[in-house]
Nanobody, 118 residues
Framework: QVQLVESGGGLVQAGGSLRLSCAAS????????MGWYRQAPGKQRELVAR???????NYADSVKGRFTISRDNAKNTVYLQMNSLKPEDTAVYYC????WGRGEWGIWGQGTQVTVSS
């Protein structure tokens, strides 16, 4: 079973940037989709960005044009570049894997906190 470990979270001022990394303990080459979710206090977890093995990407409307997801299969790592951060981006960010492309995000990391100050 692949395990996921996120890093790169922290405190940043509004307008700043962060890059999150998600390191997998095994190969992600055959994993259909990797994604980043986030959960803010009192809110439901939401899908922020998703990338398939064919490099197709999808983004939540709230982050389009500001966030970029990428995957490096050779390093078994997925990234989320976050630019022009806003206070409403504050949340715990989770990396997740949908192994078979069925929308079943069955593998999760422990999360990394992102806090954007105004």
């Amino acid at each position: 079973q692949v395990q996921l470990v996120e890093s790169g979270g922290g405190l940043v001022q509004a307008g700043g940037s962060l890059r999150l990394s998600c390191a997998a303990s095994g190969s992600i080459f055959n994993i259909y989709a990797m994604g980043w979710y986030r959960q803010a206090p009192g809110k439901q977890r939401e899908l922020v960005a998703r990338i398939t093995s064919g490099r197709t990407t999808n983004y939540a409307d709230s982050v389009k044009g500001r966030f970029t997801i990428s995957r490096d299969n050779a390093k078994n790592t997925v990234y989320l570049q976050m630019n022009s951060l806003k206070p409403e981006d504050t949340a715990v960010y989770y990396c997740a894997a949908d192994r078979w492309g069925r929308g079943e995000w069955g593998i999760w990391g422990q999360g990394t906190q992102v806090t954007v100050s105004s």
